[in-house]
């Protein structure tokens, strides 16, 4: 029997992945815990319930035919969650000990000990951190990081985007989103491309697509809906505005991992959770990483969600084997 006096499982994040997670073990009676997190700030809005709280429309999620709105969403797995008895607490966990057994968590309001942790806390767009381009991406006026999410919405269709960046994960973004606009711009700092000579000829082969080379965007222009950004050439310094529907921000992603530094977790080379096989298990036993934390690919809700449901399913099978019920 499991000490009463230490949680069977903690989840660390409440986006898809965590809440998913948290359905799952508290289906299966394990009274999981779900640290939500707090909202911060740096540059970009990093809230609890990941990058759906900053989506105005999401409809690419099954099940809702015409769409429905991302903090909705979360509020609907929340409440799902809650159901089957979830314990939520708004705090963050600050630092993980996972060299002793429990683990121990270091939290807002002190310390938690877990015979399981499954870290769900997602990965954070990097912004350019201009006031107007946050103020439209919290507010739905058409600033996003997110093109194949947000890209398809009738508000984008048919008007001239601009995607900021210039690797393989711009390129990706801004051909897709060729399908649907007048003219997608990509704006890149300097005179060549970092990404791949074959992603960049996808899309520069399409008719709607241009370069705007040795270009920054300095500011965003717009009250309610963004109208334009204005441009500086990195060569002359000289600055023009560009007519634009829609701002996509394609420069990288941030795992949030932070404050797992020196918990002895094993991370890739791009810095998310390193996975071993097909599951969620991470190299320490008892550890488990679901959603984008440990996703650099594809970064969707319904992937997530999906890997909150297999942690979830690790994690029980696992306490099973170390005869915690």
């Not at 939500?36 to 900053?54: A, E, H, I, R």
């Not at 000289?238 to 634009?244: D, G, N, T």
């Amino acid at each position: 029997m499991a000490d009463t006096g230490v949680e069977k499982v903690v989840i660390i994040g409440s986006g898809p992945a965590g809440w998913t997670a948290a359905v799952y073990a508290a289906r299966a009676q394990l009274a999981p815990v779900v640290y939500t997190g707090v909202p911060k700030s740096d540059p970009g809005p990093v809230l609890p319930g990941g990058q759906l709280m900053l989506t105005t429309e999401v409809e690419n999620y099954p099940g809702f035919p015409e769409g429905v709105e991302g903090p909705h969403l979360m509020d609907l797995f929340r409440k799902q969650a809650e159901r089957f008895g979830t314990r939520i607490i708004e705090e963050d966990v600050n630092r993980c000990d996972f060299s002793q057994r429990p683990f121990v968590l270091h939290t807002d309001g002190g310390r938690v000990r877990a015979h399981s942790v499954i870290i769900a806390t997602g990965a954070t767009a990097n912004w350019i951190g201009l006031d107007n381009e946050m103020r439209l991406a919290r507010t739905g006026g058409g600033v996003s990081a997110c093109a194949v999410c947000d890209g398809a919405l009738p508000a984008f269709r048919n008007k001239p985007l601009a995607v900021v960046g210039g690797g393989d994960t711009a390129m990706e973004e801004a051909t897709y989103l060729t399908k649907f606009a007048s003219t997608v711009y990509v704006i890149h700092r300097r005179d060549s491309l970092r990404a791949s000579k074959i992603m960049q000829q996808r899309f520069l082969s399409r008719p709607n697509a241009q370069v705007l080379w040795n270009k920054v965007v300095v500011d965003v222009l717009g009250q309610d809906k963004i109208e334009g950004v204005l441009l500086e050439d990195t060569v002359t310094g000289e600055r023009a505005p560009l007519s634009v529907g829609g701002l996509f921000i394609a420069i990288g992603h941030t795992p949030a991992t932070r404050f797992l530094k020196e918990s002895g977790l094993e991370f890739n080379d791009k810095g998310y959770i390193a996975l071993h096989g097909r599951h969620s298990a991470t190299n320490i036993p008892g550890v488990f990483a679901a959603g984008d934390v440990a996703d650099a690919e594809y970064r969707q809700a319904v992937t997530a969600a999906g890997m909150g449901c297999q942690a979830a399913l690790d994690a029980e099978r696992w306490l099973a084997a170390q005869g915690i019920d």
